[in-house]
C-alpha cells in the first residue's frame, strides 16, 4: 500500500475517532447509575449464653450510584461520588441454629483516575457509614459505624454510557470484614 493511502487512511481515522475519544475521557459531569456484584461478609457476635457466633459468606450484593466528574483534562478524571449499597445475607450454623448477618451502607468517595480514550482506570478513597444486624435464635445484634473505604477498578465510556468493574474495600474494623467486587452501568448528563 503506498504511503499517501495509508497517510489518508490513518488520517480520516484519527478525524472519525478524535470526538469519541474526547468524550470518552474526562467527561464533565453530573452521572447516575448501578451495579450488581459479589460481597464477601464477615462478623462475630456474642451469644447470650456466652460464646461467640460467626458468621462469614458471599451474597449478591446491589449499588445506586450518583457522582460528579470534573473532567478539566481529556486524559484525567476526578470526581465525587456517593452510593447506597445492600451487602446482601450471609447465614451459618452455629451449634445447630442459623444465624444471618446482613448490612446497608452509604459511602462516599473521591475518585481519581486516567484514561487511555475509552478505556480507563481508577481508584478511590472514601468512607463507609454501614448499619448491620446479627440475627439468631434468642437474639438479634445491631451495630453501626463510619469506616475508611477504598476501591480500584476499570472502566469503558462510549459517548454518555460507562461500564465499570470495581472492587472495594471496607475496612470496619473489629470483628467484621466486608469487601465488595461489582460490575456497574453509569449514564453522564
Known amino acids: 500500500m503506498p504511503v499517501r493511502k495509508m497517510l489518508l487512511i490513518t488520517g480520516a481515522a484519527v478525524l472519525v475517532g478524535w470526538p469519541l475519544a474526547g468524550q470518552a ?37 446491589y449499588k445506586l450510584i450518583l457522582g460528579y466528574n470534573f473532567g478539566w483534562l481529556p486524559f484525567l478524571d476526578l470526581g465525587l461520588e456517593g452510593s447506597y449499597v445492600d451487602f446482601g445475607k450471609a447465614s451459618e450454623r452455629v451449634g445447630g441454629d442459623k444465624v444471618t448477618y446482613e448490612q446497608t451502607a452509604f459511602d462516599g468517595f473521591g475518585v481519581a483516575g486516567v484514561s487511555f480514550g475509552p478505556l480507563g482506570v481508577f481508584a478511590k478513597t472514601g468512607f463507609i457509614t454501614w448499619n448491620s444486624e446479627i440475627d439468631g435464635p434468642g437474639f438479634s445484634r445491631s451495630d453501626s459505624s463510619t469506616d475508611p473505604a ?26 467484621k470484614e466486608l469487601e465488595m467486587t461489582s460490575l456497574s452501568a453509569l449514564y453522564t448528563f
Open 25 to 61: 475521557g474526562g467527561q464533565s459531569g453530573l452521572y447516575v447509575g448501578a451495579g450488581v456484584g459479589n460481597a464477601r461478609l464477615e462478623a462475630s457476635a456474642d451469644l447470650p449464653g456466652g460464646g461467640e457466633a460467626t458468621v462469614s459468606g458471599n451474597d449478591s450484593a
Open 150 to 175: 477504598y476501591g480500584i477498578g476499570a472502566r469503558i465510556q462510549v459517548l454518555s454510557i460507562t461500564g465499570r468493574l470495581e472492587y472495594e474495600l471496607f475496612d470496619l474494623g473489629g470483628n
